[in-house]
């Protein structure tokens, strides 16, 4: 099973791609997704949209997952980041992908077995569990992975539900 994992935002989103075969993680892909504060937000969100058109039509995965949108108490950061999500699902119906969203504790719990866990823990644990030989940079590329880490366990143990016409 291929796995895209995607943490929305509308400068950066990570992305991380794994196959998960025989109970094992492997690593695929991984990076990022920009965009530049010059830009106009509808081509941002237009960037976003094809960006991950690609990395679905390249990768072929099976399922997608994203990191649910938290926020305190920057609503404009999460109007735009809700904004950037809405075009990540476009483009993931569109391909008739099944999909699924965690929070950033159910990703923590699910990488590190501890949902308070810190950027480094989760960071480092990525990149023990897929043998990598260094800490994906920047940061937004290992949470990505982090995500698809997180659905590949929880698919796995049937823990979750699917958001698709396929789904409920």
């Not at 099976?62 to 809405?86: K, M, P, Q």
């Not at 391909?95 to 159910?106: S, V």
């Not at 920047?138 to 880490?149: E, Q, T, Y």
Request: a neutral charge; charged letters at 20%.
């Amino acid at each position: 099973m291929i796995v895209l994992g995607l943490d929305p935002g509308t400068a950066t989103t990570g992305f991380g791609v794994v196959r998960y075969e025989d109970g094992k993680l492997f690593p695929v892909d991984v990076g990022v997704l920009l965009t530049t504060p010059d830009m106009p937000m509808p081509k941002r969100l237009v960037s976003i949209y094809n960006d991950v058109n690609t990395l679905i039509e390249k990768h072929k995965p099976d399922t997608v997952a994203t990191e649910r949108l938290f926020f305190n108490t920057n609503v404009t950061n999460a109007l735009s980041v809700g904004r950037a999500i809405g075009v990540m699902l476009l483009a993931i119906e569109q391909h008739d992908l099944p999909w699924a969203e965690y929070t950033p504790m159910q990703v923590k719990q699910a990488v590190t077995g501890y949902g308070g866990a810190d950027k480094i823990q989760v960071q480092l644990q990525v990149t023990r569990l897929l043998k990598l030989q260094e800490v994906p940079k920047p940061d937004d590329a290992a949470d990505g992975l982090a995500v698809a880490i997180c659905h590949a366990h929880s698919y796995r143990l049937g823990a979750m539900q699917f958001y698709s016409r396929r789904g409920r």
